[in-house]
């Protein structure tokens, strides 16, 4: 009888430098496990403070078997619930997003406030306590604009050390008071992690024409191991980037690189860096999609803010918009990704944008991204399929699979 070969097998004989085996993309039990060790563990990038920017404004968010409601409170902080009534237990928001004055539980009606307190439960014996009976809270931060959660009783300690850190790079794009200017979920068809790692590396731009007109593709690289056909365009990045720090220095916006992808709990990276044409944004000549910026910046050519977290989002923050990205797994084999585009908050489309200058490049990168990963995906079901190694330029997707792997590790090695 051939022996059952067990997650822990898996994990255990992970060679560094490869792809994973097929299994951890594939099956029921790893899809069950990614959930428990990663999601319901860390610290996950969920919504942006801009899609709930009123008082009763919610969002939900599934993760695997759970759902959250965030929500706005009356002194308008960011707060976040299991969206589980304390009742008999039905879900009880169950729309992507809206607004309440209490959160109502469509069952029996049990009303909670906002700030989760059970309010009003009808016809109860003379002993109920209504206050044994608030909603469930799970942990909630706001990192200058973006909404964190994390469902585990005690979350990566690490996370108020890297919001300090990261803070002086986000917090002058102003996003905390910026508008949801367009939001597109995309399903891709293949596991989540092949989503991030297909994110973590530019190995593969060739196959983003549009992107290519404003994004730097060497990007990645070492300069001995920029390809040929690249090399004017990395001589042209080295003078941008010179010429960007100084626009950096000037106006005392950070820029250098942090990169802790994989030696942390809660793994991130950070780095201000120029984009290719007019240098301001993601647009096709790379001019500002949007005539209002996010803040009072005397220039639009700021380039990029590009800021990564482990295990589900990265962000592109220049000055005239912002772009969040999140992946959540929806089966082993389908994941949702999720696109913010945000800009000042009184911008007025039409004036200040058009809709489809603002969201083309990314639009059409997502649209073909989608697509290498749905290849992936199928490529990795085959028996024929064996782990194959990652190029240099490919660091960042062995730094993701390096914080993911020692994350089950760790996982399994508690549930022993
Ligand atoms: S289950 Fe929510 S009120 Fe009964
Ligand atoms: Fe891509």
Redesign the pocket.
Known sequence: MTPVTTPADLVSRRAVGQSLEAPFYTGEEFFGLDIEAVFARHWIFAATEAEIPEPGDYVTVTLGPYSIIIVRDDDEDVRAFHNV??????R?LNEDRGSVGNIV??????TYGVDGTLRH?ESQAPDFDRKCFSLKSVHVRTVAGLVYICLAQEPPADFDEIITRVEPYLAPHNLARAKVAAQIDLVEHGNWKLTMENNRECYHCVGHPELQQCYFPTYGYAEQDVPAALRPTYVRFLKTDADARTTYESLGLPYAAIEELDNRPTGFRIQREPLDGAGESYTPDGTAACKRLLADFPTARLGRLSFHTQPNAWFHIMADHAITFSAIPLGPDRTLVRTTWLVHADAVEGVDYDLDTLTKIWKATNDQDAVFVARAQRGISSPAYVPGPYSPTEEQVEAFVNWYVTRLKAHLERQR
């Not at 009534?85 to 039905?90: I, L, S, V």
């Open positions: 009534c304390r009742h008999r237990g039905a009880i539980c469509g069952y029996h009606l049990w439960a």
